[in-house]
């Protein structure tokens, strides 16, 4: 059997790896074993395994083994983040982030290598779509930041206390593996991570959303960008086929399916001159007044193939004081890590298009032509692939 051929037990979530054991004939424990030595210990090398016995150890080697994705690069921001240039098995390159701050950690995890869903002012949008991740991928990346960070070595350390699957692609696109991979990021034998501190964050995959109940009870980012459906369909793609009424009900029925009272956020890029006017802020207020929610606004972070600038620090906080005094709890996301290429929608990796979007992108600037327009065929296709 090849090397890659193997059986990665690094994807597995737990009833996966129970599942795996049993076919072996082996007690429920094992599965325990195995996940505390991968997840809890960082440990790669199935020999290392000691309390389990050596005939298991070579019997389990024979057929599987634990497969990281490899790290080609490694940034440090002077703002104390770090970012990690990983590259996945269809030989893209995706980015992840961790960010620091007083009293936690976020580590922000890519799910796919590019985006098919093209948003006009998100840098991965501008690549094109490649590929989905395995959950091998996804959760390698919060395995790569723990080690990194020395949380293996010292259990009371817990480097990531937060996971935000802000980074490339929609998770929403690549569902199955971002459930499991997520799985294990709340799962005791695992990660641990408290499920309010897990979150997707999805552009509005509705019927992806509609099957989020009952299989996760993470919780849950909206990216909205604009009040009302005509300015989001220009500048989001795929508000053309889910527009905001289905996407704020569908948010709301799974919100209604969690056991707590946990509320969604909504982000909303703030760009100059296109939403970010007194107006829009009164409008998404008046929007929003049936949809508890608490409000996190991201001033525009630019990237060399956009025309996009950022609203001024006064335009940022008149936008604020109107939501708050709507009655609404809102944040405002600083800009971290931007040294680093690392800001929110700043993300690029190294992906090989598969959409040729990218191309068309790259000739459209140099004539200095618009770059918002929607793909809806790849939107369409895009969207099948979730039913
Ligand atoms: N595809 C998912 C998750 C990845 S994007 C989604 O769209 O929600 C993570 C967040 O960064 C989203 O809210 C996205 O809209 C925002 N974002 C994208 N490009 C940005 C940019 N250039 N500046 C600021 N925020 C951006
Ligand atoms: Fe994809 Fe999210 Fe970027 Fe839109 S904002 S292109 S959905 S990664």
């Known amino acids: 059997m090849s090397h890659s051929e193997k059986i990665n037990l690094l994807g597995l979530s737990l009833p996966k ?8 004939g082996e007690k429920p424990f094992r599965a325990t074993q195995m996940m505390r030595w991968i997840h809890q210990r960082g440990v790669t090398e199935i020999e290392q395994m000691t309390d389990i016995s050596k005939a298991l150890r070579s019997r389990v080697a024979e057929i599987a083994e634990i497969r990281l994705p490899e790290i080609v690069n490694e940034y440090h921001s002077v703002d104390g983040c770090r970012k990690w240039i990983i590259e996945v098995e269809s030989g893209s390159r995706v980015e992840c982030v961790f960010i620091p701050e007083a009293g936690r950690g976020t580590l922000c995890i890519s799910s796919q290598a590019g985006c098919s869903l093209d948003c006009s002012f998100c840098a991965t949008g501008k690549q094109g779509f490649n590929s989905n991740l395995t959950v091998a991928e996804i959760i390698g990346q919060l ?6 960070l020395g949380g293996f070595n010292d259990s009371t350390l817990r480097p990531v206390s937060n996971v935000v699957m802000m980074g490339m692609g929609e998770p929403l696109l690549n569902f199955d593996n971002v459930i499991d991979a997520v799985s294990l990021m709340m799962e005791d034998l695992a990660y641990g991570l408290s499920k309010r501190r897990v979150t997707i964050s999805t552009s509005g995959v509705v019927p992806a959303l509609e099957r989020m109940r009952g299989l996760t009870d993470a919780s849950l980012a909206i990216s909205l960008h604009a009040p009302n459906d005509e300015l989001r369909s220009q500048i989001m793609p795929i508000n053309r086929r889910y527009p905001i009424r289905q996407l704020l009900q569908a948010a709301t029925d799974y919100i209604h399916s969690l056991p707590d009272r946990r509320l969604p956020v909504i982000e909303y890029t703030l760009i100059a001159g ?3 006017h007194r107006a829009h802020a009164r409008e998404l207020a008046a929007l929003l007044k049936s949809f508890p929610c608490k409000i996190n606004l991201i001033p525009f972070n630019p990237f060399s193939l956009s025309d996009y600038r950022k609203p001024s620090a006064n335009v940022i906080g008149n936008f604020r004081q109107i939501l708050q005094e709507a009655g609404y709890t809102v944040t405002i996301r600083t800009t971290r890590a931007d040294d680093i290429g690392a800001a929110c929608g700043q993300l690029v990796g190294e992906v090989e298009d598969q959409t040729r979007r990218s191309s068309r992108h ?5 004539r200095g032509k618009p770059l918002v327009e929607p793909d809806v065929a790849n939107l369409n296709r895009a969207a099948e692939t979730v039913r």
């Open 17 to 24: 790896m129970q599942a795996f054991f049993a076919d072996l």
């Open 362 to 366: 790259r000739e459209r600037n140099s």
């Open 274 to 276: 296109v939403n970010d």
């Open 143 to 148: 395995w790569w930041a723990n080690h990194k």
